[in-house]
């Protein structure tokens, strides 16, 4: 290949051979920490990206020499640390990705950093492996939900205080609260039937409902069943397990993939019956659909996951553009401020949700292309928190500033720290509420 300053074609994203020696090698992990640095710290696209690159950039502008030889390696923690993994450097921002020849991926090397240095030499700690183990905390949160709520919230100050200090949470960090009903009970509660339904074989989907919509908001999962039973559309429910996205985050990549492996064993017989899976967040769609697999490229199970997977904004707006599709008329909210999640955009797929409503009629509708700043377990850590109010913040100016006013993402984390800033910088003179773009258009069914 010959050389060139940039690409602008795809990227194209190499398998994570984390299995290999090499890859946890201390000495060759900070080689190649040290030749990705040097190429951005010669290019600087994407200084306002994250703050990673300004982490970066200052480390080594106040260094001995003004270049990365004088820069000390134990000070990389920093930059790694503030990585939340929303692919965004590599989608949008790098021209030198692959198939580029410096072949540049940015947050996968983040992801090496954490399994080489953090996973592979001394595990996750006692407390983090009971934070990341999302279905175990859901189970316990969802039994002592109004405890539980009342115990994390911002207005109980030493219990907030207690857990900083033993799980490094933020004291001021909103947390999700947990739902007494999780979805799973809500589905044997009613017991709802495909027997009957029109256009039986055309369209049937089973819908992976996610850890946080089982657990934290299973109005979504409701809203998802509403909208598909509407336009007649066969509609199961799987929930096996959390996709692992939270692992993923610190880096333990073994655990991911027995995830992986778990729920694709649930999923396939569905795929194989002809049914497309959906997801409700899409965190969750990115696991599915590209990490599963570059954790694991031999594996035809997860291959077969990958090609049957859409994001629920992707497969309804894809969907929408068909004759028989129903739009709902009666709407309550007006003013629509619909954030982008950074894993929507890492899927390439567009702006679905914006698609999937803009036929709803008088519904005013304007986008925030700009990172919530929360990212996960970004957003609520001690460390990190005071950062993710910072993005958060740029983020936020983009809200319609009336009463009326809603905020929707397709990421429900990303919808609350909005809602939380957006809250606060009016001085809780109007409440502001959040919501999945699908429940808007579960909304516009009413009295129908």
């Known amino acids: 290949m010959s050389s060139k300053e940039g690409g602008l074609g795809a990227p194209t994203r190499h ?8 890859f946890s090698d201390l000495s060759q992990l900070d080689a190649e920490m040290r030749r990705v640095f040097d190429v951005c710290h010669s290019c600087r696209r994407c200084f306002n990206l994250c703050d990673s690159f300004p982490r970066l950039f200052d480390l080594i502008d106040e260094s001995e020499t003004g270049e990365l030889d004088s820069v000390n390696s134990s000070s990389f923690n920093s930059v790694v640390e503030a990585c939340t993994l929303c692919d965004l450097c590599f989608l949008s921002k790098c021209p030198y990705v692959p198939p580029h020849e410096f072949n540049i991926d940015f947050p996968h090397l983040m992801l090496r950093y954490r399994y080489a240095k953090k996973i592979k030499k001394s595990g996750l700690s006692l407390i983090n492996k009971f934070i990341l183990n999302t279905d175990l905390t859901g189970k316990i949160g969802s039994y002592f939900a109004p405890i539980l709520n009342w115990f994390f919230s911002k207005k109980n100050i030493i219990s907030r205080k207690l857990i900083q200090f033993f799980a490094g949470i933020h004291k001021d960090a909103k947390l999700p609260k947990f739902n007494r009903e999780t979805f799973d009970k809500f589905l044997k509660r009613i017991k709802y039937t495909n027997h009957g339904m029109p256009g039986l074989e055309r369209r049937k989907v089973v819908v992976y409902t996610t850890c946080f919509v089982n657990y934290n908001l299973p109005r979504v999962a409701s809203a998802a069943l509403k909208v598909l039973r509407k336009n007649n559309i066969i509609v199961e429910f ?83 553009k068909e004759e028989d599709f129903i739009f709902g008329k009666n709407i309550k909210k007006n003013n629509i401020s619909l954030h982008i999640a950074c894993h929507t955009k890492a899927q390439n797929i567009g702006i679905k949700s914006v698609d999937m409503l803009k036929n709803i009629p008088d519904l005013n509708i304007k986008i925030i292309d700009k990172c919530s700043g929360h990212g996960g377990s970004f957003g609520v850590k001690k460390n990190t928190y005071p950062m993710a109010k910072k993005y958060g913040r740029m983020a936020s100016k983009k809200i319609f500033s009336s009463e009326d006013t809603v905020i929707v993402s397709e990421c429900p984390l990303a919808a609350q720290h909005l809602c939380e800033i957006a809250n606060e910088t009016n001085n809780n003179k109007y409440k502001i509420s959040t919501y999945h773009p699908i429940e808007i258009l579960a909304e516009s069914y009413a009295n129908e």
């Open 15 to 22: 398998p994570l051979n984390w299995k290999e020696a090499s």
């Open 238 to 320: 799987v929930y096996p397990e959390c996709c692992g996205m939270p692992k993923l985050e610190a880096g333990d990549l073994p655990s991911v993939l027995g995830k992986a492996k778990r729920i694709s064993n649930n999923l396939l017989p569905w795929v194989n019956k002809g049914y497309t899976i959906l997801t409700l967040t899409p965190s969750c769609s990115l696991m599915l659909k590209s990490e599963w697999q570059l954790l694991d490229p031999e594996n035809d199970m997860l291959k077969k996951i990958s090609s049957a997977t859409k994001d629920i904004c992707e497969y309804v707006s894809d969907i929408s």
